[in-house]
């Protein structure tokens, strides 16, 4: 039994459904096996090209100074760590939701928050950042920081005590620093990058093995 491991409301199976409601398959019912066969012809597409047989591990190539906490093949989001200097850097990412223009996808972009700890003291430093593609060929990746805030411990992380202005409403030069700040702490367009990259890979393989359980259960009835 295949497990179902991915969200039907999120790309590339948000885009498949889609494709589907509107197919004369559908309409007809899938007593007439439309149905199935369009998830097979979505599967076979899918398998003949890059999609992972298996869950793809996160590679640390452009980030060897971070280890995975947790990356689980049927979670969306993947948890990094670093640990130096007496400093803890942890990295949670997942893919931000699709978004459309005009009925077509717009690329990718994935939503990362970055906390900074000395661990056994407090407080703990909150960045909220989203990583997108750099140009149209997709193969780089920067992020940009959209909030700053701390919190007095690292289990009031669901609190926002931070009262100082926006970031929005910092002025460059604080922004600079802030970005020079996680740099220095291995958080860099690479990093955000490898982050994307995974998730991206990570989605498809999830999306495959969905794919396979719809073909399972609609082959039941037929």
């Not at 999609?51 to 793809?56: G, I």
């Not at 590679?59 to 760590?81: E, G, N, Y």
């Not at 931070?162 to 409403?169: I, K, N, T, V």
Request: one cysteine or more; hydrophobic letters at 40%; charged letters at 25%.
């Amino acid at each position: 039994m295949v497990s179902l491991c991915v969200q039907p409301h999120r790309s590339p199976a948000a885009m498949f459904l889609r494709r589907l409601r509107t197919s004369a398959a559908l309409r007809r019912g899938a007593n007439d096996g439309g149905v199935l066969a369009a998830i097979r012809t979505e599967l076979s597409h899918e398998l003949t090209s890059s999609a992972p047989s298996d869950p793809p591990p996160f590679h640390f190539q452009d980030a060897p100074d971070f280890v995975t906490v947790s990356d689980a093949p049927c979670a969306q989001d993947v948890l990094l760590r670093r640990r130096a200097d007496s400093e803890e850097v942890l990295v949670s990412a997942l893919l931000a939701p699709l978004q459309f223009a005009d009925q077509a996808p717009l690329p990718r972009a994935a939503l990362m928050k970055v906390f900074v700890s000395k661990p056994g003291a407090a407080p703990v430093l909150h960045f909220d950042c989203r990583t997108s593609w750099v140009g149209e060929d997709g193969g780089d990746a920067d992020y940009a920081i959209n909030a700053v805030r701390y919190h007095p411990n690292p289990g009031d992380a669901g609190e926002d005590k931070y009262e100082g202005p926006e970031f929005r409403d910092l002025d460059p030069g604080q922004k600079a620093a802030l970005q020079e700040y996680l740099v220095a702490r291995g958080v860099n367009s690479k990093l955000a990058s490898s982050v994307l990259h995974h998730l991206l890979q990570k989605e498809r393989f999830q999306y495959v093995n969905w794919l396979k359980t719809l073909e399972e259960t609609f082959a039941k009835n037929h």
